[in-house]
């Protein structure tokens, strides 16, 4: 849950608000559902393909509906305040799965959420992604550096935050598009730490994919609902934020951080590569420190350590 508002912090226009939170069922939604649910009128929209019933904040109501059905989303957005917009077809492997299927989730119902949040007058927070920048010719990366992805997730959420900010520009409509970086924390199914936890649970070795020298910016969830707390506040609209932490970790680091914080001891072996696996990435947050007044505040070690004492116990 978000600390800031967890402790009773003042949660400034948000309170007693009407939320709509797409996505909300999922791995950050429901951590954005936690933080808000005390303090506003959180309503969650999302078909469960990945995310679960049982992780949505009893305070919240829940629509187990797809964002691509026009009336299922007008009825959720209809009346709002605020749209979190999370929903989406959100991994590689999964766009890669179904490309026609990750566009129409992640860019045509985003402009139809952008139509309907117009006419409801309520402000869009986007949750888009460092994929946007495809593979970066140099870190950190500034968010105007060039965006070049080259698969079908990057691809659509690239798309998607374009039409954000345009929408900014078309519609004088109040958007924020948070393009996050390695996401991880309590509750995450796919990706590498993920993986590491369930290997190290095992008691079998850690798996790195490729040589792991590829480096990431892993920031932590709580961070990551700060954030969007704070792209709720801003008055820099129409704008794109990179989230991270500024700093990076080879997936080798990580490795051997998961290892080191397990009671347990597990090798560290080699798999290949996997396909779209961009070599480096880095936030620079120059601009969401400026502008939003956001700063990471969880290291690597100290969100993993935390994370392994959950699942397994201290070391
Ligand atoms: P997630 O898969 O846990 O959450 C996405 C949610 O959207 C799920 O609950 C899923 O059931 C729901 N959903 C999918 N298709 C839907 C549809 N057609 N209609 C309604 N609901 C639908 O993923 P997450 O990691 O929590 O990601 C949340 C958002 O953040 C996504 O937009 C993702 O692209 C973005 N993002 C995540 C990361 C990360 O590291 N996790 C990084 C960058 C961006």
Redesign the pocket.
């Known amino acids: 849950m978000d600390p800031t508002l967890a402790r009773g912090a003042d949660p400034g226009p948000l309170l007693d608000s009407q939320v709509l939170v797409?996505?909300g069922?999922?791995?950050?939604?429901s951590h954005l559902v936690d933080a808000l649910a005390p303090v506003a009128d959180v309503h969650v929209?999302?078909?469960?393909?990945?995310?679960r019933q049982t992780a949505v904040h009893g305070d919240a109501t829940l629509t187990v509906?797809?964002?691509?059905d026009h009336e299922t989303l007008a009825d959720a957005v209809a009346g709002t305040d605020y749209v979190f917009h999370?929903?989406?077809?959100?991994s590689v492997p999964g766009a890669m799965a179904d490309p026609p299927r990750a566009l129409d989730?992640n860019v045509s119902?985003t402009a139809d959420l952008l139509d309907l949040a117009t006419d409801a007058g309520a402000r869009v927070v986007f949750?888009?992604?460092?994929?946007v920048y495809g593979d970066p010719s140099s870190v950190p990366i500034g968010e105007t550096d060039a965006k070049d992805p080259r698969e079908p997730y990057g691809v659509s959420?690239l798309a998607g935050d374009h039409l954000v900010r345009g929408y900014a520009d078309w519609k004088d409509l109040d958007t924020v598009a948070l393009r996050?970086?390695?996401?991880y924390g309590p509750g995450?199914?796919g990706?590498v730490v993920p993986s590491f936890l369930e290997q190290v649970q095992r008691g079998e070795p850690l798996v790195v994919h490729g040589d792991g020298t590829q480096t990431r910016d892993f920031v932590h969830v709580d961070d990551v609902v700060r954030a969007m707390v704070a792209a709720a506040r801003t008055d820099a609209t129409g704008e794109s934020f990179n989230v991270g932490t500024g700093d990076v970790t080879s997936i080798h680091e990580l490795a051997t951080v998961v290892r080191d914080a397990a009671p347990v001891t597990v090798d560290v072996v080699h798999d290949d590569p996997r396909p779209a696996d961009v070599p480096e990435s880095q936030a620079d947050t120059t601009k969401a420190r400026r502008d939003l007044e956001f700063e990471a505040r969880t290291t690597v070690e100290d969100g993993v350590h935390a994370l392994v004492e959950r699942a397994i116990g201290p070391a």
């Open positions: 797409t996505g069922a999922g791995f950050i939604g929209l999302d078909d469960c393909s990945t995310g509906g797809d964002i691509t999370l929903a989406a077809i959100s989730v119902a949750a888009s992604s460092a994929a959420k996050l970086f390695n996401v995450q199914t990706g």
